[in-house]
């Protein structure tokens, strides 16, 4: 769970201080990923001499570590690699020593960055303990360090002087877990590896002339490498490389970044775990798979890959983003949350742009079309998402069974690994992820993909793990949420799967009048979000009055809007740290009612459907008990007399109604953590994208 960022320059002249601040500004775009401590390593003022910064906290107190240390800001570099990493503990509490770059010893001879888990480090560690090596910190990300040094030595001892690429393959034998890695070292100056498993990993490339090439080849060890890495494999652990001969990979294949007479060209390269720290620079890039080498040296990108694989893509494509840097900025909002809030209006627009013609009534989704009779032959759908994405699958559940007649399970994804419940090849798995990266969904998704189902992604990052591991999906086009609280990812998760109940039933006759009822109230959306926007004003005073004290919460709604009092609950807990919890209405008599008195704030949904009357019902328990609810109904409704407060929203079809009523409470757990002066869009001990299980 961390944010990494790397920066090389080739043949473009840069003087230190403007290659941190580069580093800096990369990381600080990381920030959502994880914010406990962040670290940098770069070049010393001797040669083979490797500089490391790290500070817990924030990148800015990193900054103001290395404004505290005063390096030489203008010595110049004309070649370079600085790498970066901003923390979220996994292994050993945030402190200064666990911060990375962690390195191989007091030389700094490797220097590693790392988001992942080594799950088998514990054994290497030992390992490397009996062979001498001092561990310092606690963490997991130490080990790979260390193992480059002692596998490098172990080289050098037979003979043999690898390149970095070859070593970091035989490092990577030696490890489980996930990773996405950088490795810098003294030993090969101005060179750096970049290899992912499981964590997300990019590579920018910027260059003045125009890039002639958009695809990297990659390259595959020859057979006599094969053999010698089969031998490696089988002496996992034993750590002991066995000498090569020159691998001839220098002779690349690959020449895709040399000027029109062969000439190196002057580049930069941008290494990151996300695309939003590298637009302000270049909108090239090429997304690594899992299990890629990406060897950078002398202006060339190689792309290395330990096996051979039949069916394996011989190319890396270098893409253009179509991300735009005011997409990810602030704007005139104190905070990425209250923007994503109120973007809501566009980017549910966006969700449908395309893909819905209002006037026929018609959905076409690109990515499922030619799935869509495959899909429904499934038995069984199963959703399965973490979070918030997991409130969406509720949500639109009974949409799903009503229009598909195809049963449908909501799966939390660590309780659905936990029991490894039987699934056939005629399921259709939903996973549903705004990162599109979130360990236990990955997890979820390989069970899934192992036993034959078909999988379906309902993910926001394009090129991210789920989104490229499915067999098809939708891609939410909701933009980058930065808030670690999702707010926007919601609403249009929640649109994308009604558009896939949709399209799942477009060919069953006696649905048409309930499509054409659901399209055309998915077409108001946008305007009547505006609509519930208006609220902010009033739900700001409540926050600041009635619920300014407050210790706990309930949020009522059964039917449809469960999902929203199980969602405003997850909201308001998550950033304002209030206890809030979400209770299904037909519950309440069953024991909840017991909290209930004059004291306890209750949220309760009561706006218009066919549950409308059973509603009323549990509410009159409440007030009976002299609770006095903030009701959420429909405009107009005006039956709720000794309401604490009413807040009216739009009336639409039953199954959208769930997209307005959330809305206030996003902005009720927006205000109450800022009434709190909580920093909204970094909430304490959580993390945007949870890369570990
Ligand atoms: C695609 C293009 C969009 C273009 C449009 C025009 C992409 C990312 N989208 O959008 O830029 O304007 O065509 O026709 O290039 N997928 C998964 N799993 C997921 C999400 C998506 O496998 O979780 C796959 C889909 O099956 C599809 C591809 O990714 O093959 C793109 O999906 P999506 O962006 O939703 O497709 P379109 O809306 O058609
Ligand atoms: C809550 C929140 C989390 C995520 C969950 C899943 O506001 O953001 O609960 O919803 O961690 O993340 P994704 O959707 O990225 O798989």
């Known amino acids: 769970m961390c944010g990494i960022f790397g920066y090389v320059n080739y043949l473009v002249e840069k003087q230190r201080g403007e290659i941190i601040d580069n580093l800096i500004e990369g990381l600080s775009r990381l920030e959502y990923r994880g914010y406990d401590s962040a ?37 110049l570099f004309t070649n370079h690699v600085g790498i970066a990493h901003t923390r979220w503990a996994t292994h050993g509490q945030p402190a200064t020593v ?67 690429n070859e070593l970091t393959k035989q490092v990577l034998f030696e490890l489980e877990g996930s990773y996405g890695l950088l490795v810098k070292s003294v030993f090969y100056p101005n060179e750096v590896c970049a290899t992912r498993k499981g964590s997300p990993l990019l590579i920018g490339v910027k260059s003045e002339k125009a890039l002639k090439v958009d695809f990297v080849d990659v390259e595959f060890p020859t057979t006599d490498e094969q053999v010698s890495a089969k031998t490696l494999q089988n002496k996992r652990l034993g750590l002991l490389p066995v000498a090569q001969g020159d691998s001839g990979l220098r002779q690349s294949q690959s020449r895709a970044f040399l000027s029109e007479d062969g ?27 899992d299990d890629d080498i990406a060897h950078i040296y002398d202006g060339e990108i190689h792309i290395h890959r330990a096996k051979r694989e039949s069916g394996a893509s011989a190319t890396r494509s270098i893409q253009t983003l179509e991300l735009e840097l005011a997409q990810i900025m602030k704007g005139p909002y104190s905070h990425f949350m209250q923007k994503e809030i109120f973007e809501q209006p566009e980017s549910t627009f966006n969700t449908m742009r395309g893909r819905i013609d209002f006037e026929n009534s018609q959905i076409t989704l690109g990515g499922v079309k030619s799935w869509l009779p495959t899909l429904r032959r499934s038995r069984r759908i199963i ?43 005629d399921d259709c798995c939903v996973f549903v992820s705004q990162s599109g990266e979130t360990a236990d969904s990955m997890l979820a998704l390989n069970y899934c993909i192992e036993r034959g189902a078909i999988t379906l992604g309902i993910v926001n990052a394009v090129g991210s793990s789920i989104s490229r591991l499915t067999h098809c999906g939708v891609h939410i086009n909701a933009g980058p949420e930065i808030g670690v609280a999702s707010t926007k990812a919601y609403t249009s998760q929640y649109i994308a799967l009604v558009m896939v109940a949709l399209s799942l039933s477009n060919d069953s ?67 304002s740290y209030m206890h809030s919890e979400g209770v299904l209405a037909g519950e309440l008599k069953h024991g909840v009612l017991a909290l209930v008195d004059e004291h306890l704030p209750i949220i309760a949904f009561a706006t218009r459907d066919s549950l409308f009357p059973k509603t009323m019902s549990a509410i009159s328990q409440v007030t009976a008990r ?34 307005l009523n959330v809305i206030p409470v996003q902005l ?5 953590a800022v009434g709190r002066d909580i920093d909204v869009d970094f909430p304490r001990n959580l993390a945007k994208s949870v890369t570990v299980e």
């Open 39 to 75: 670290g940098l390593a770069i070049d010393g003022d001797v040669e083979s001499e490797v500089d490391i910064f790290r500070a817990v906290g924030k990148v800015a107190s990193l900054k103001a570590e290395i404004d505290q240390c005063a390096p030489e800001r203008s010595t």
């Open 98 to 164: 666990n911060c990375h770059p962690q390195s191989s010893g007091p030389q700094n001879e490797f220097v590693v960055v790392h988001n992942g888990i080594i799950t088998n480090y514990k054994a290497i560690k030992i390992l490397l303990e009996g062979k001498g090596f001092v561990f310092d910190s606690e963490t997991d990300t130490e080990c790979i360090a260390k193992l480059f040094k002692h596998v490098y030595d172990t080289n050098l001892a037979n003979g043999h002087d690898p390149d970095l």
């Open 263 to 289: 000439a190196p060209m002057p580049v930069e390269f941008f290494l990151s775990s996300d695309p939003s720290s590298v637009i302000q620079h270049t909108k090239k890039v090429m997304f690594l798979e």
């Open 383 to 425: 959703m399965i998402a973490c979070g918030t994405s997991y409130h969406s699958c509720l949500a639109t559940r009974s949409i799903f069974e009503e229009l598909t007649e195809i049963p449908v399970a909501v799966e939390l994804a660590s309780d659905f690994l936990d029991r490894r419940p039987p699934v056939f090849r």
């Open 509 to 575: 006759i006696s649905q048409t009048d309930r499509h054409r009822e659901i399209v055309a109230g998915l077409q108001k959306i946008p305007e009547q979000i505006k609509t519930v926007l208006e609220l902010d004003a009033p739900i700001k005073e409540l926050c600041e009055t009635v619920l300014k004290d407050q210790k706990s919460l309930l949020l009522l709604g059964r039917g449809y809007q469960h999902a929203t009092a199980l969602e405003g609950a997850l909201k308001i807990k998550e950033i």
């Open 626 to 659: 002299d609770g006095r609810p903030i009701i959420i109904s429909n405009e107009g409704d005006s039956v709720w007399d000794n309401a604490l407060a009413n807040l009216q929203v739009p009336l639409t079809v039953d199954c959208l109604q769930g997209l």
């Open 668 to 672: 009720i757990s927006y205000w109450l």
